[in-house]
């Protein structure tokens, strides 16, 4: 069983920057496609960024390509999500999330198995 626990999120001014962290125990995430997604109150969940599993390919939603960047570290079996620029209509709970099937970094949440539990971003105006 993959556990993914994300860490990074706070409170901050629009035009600042975050970085979060999602770490991942139980087995290696080294072969998955990891991905990011996000969820606003009153919002559906909606994908972020995703990489592939050698940190050869990414993928972004068009709302944070520029602004945001996704990485991997397999030997410390954590990815990262750099955000920079942030704007207020970035407040949502973000997700780590893994695909273990596919190779492709993909923008579909139903094709991603396992789910960290969120971390809280605040972008205030």
């Known amino acids: 069983q993959l556990q993914l626990v994300e860490s990074g999120g706070g409170l901050v001014q629009a035009g600042g920057s975050l970085r979060l962290s999602c770490a991942a125990s139980g087995r290696t995430m080294r072969s998955y496609v990891m991905g990011w997604f996000r969820q606003a109150p009153g919002k559906e969940r909606e994908f972020v960024a995703a990489i592939s599993w050698n940190g050869g390919s990414t993928y972004y939603a068009d709302s944070v390509k520029g602004r945001f960047t996704i990485s991997r570290e397999n030997a410390k079996n954590t990815v990262y999500l750099q955000m920079n620029s942030l704007k207020p209509e970035d407040t949502a709970v973000y997700y780590c999330?893994?695909?273990?099937?596919?190779?492709?970094?993909?923008?579909?949440?139903?094709?991603?198995?396992?789910w960290g539990q969120g971390t809280q971003v605040t972008v205030s105006s």
């Open positions: 999330a893994a695909d273990t099937a596919g190779g492709v970094p993909n923008p579909r949440a139903r094709e991603y198995d396992y």
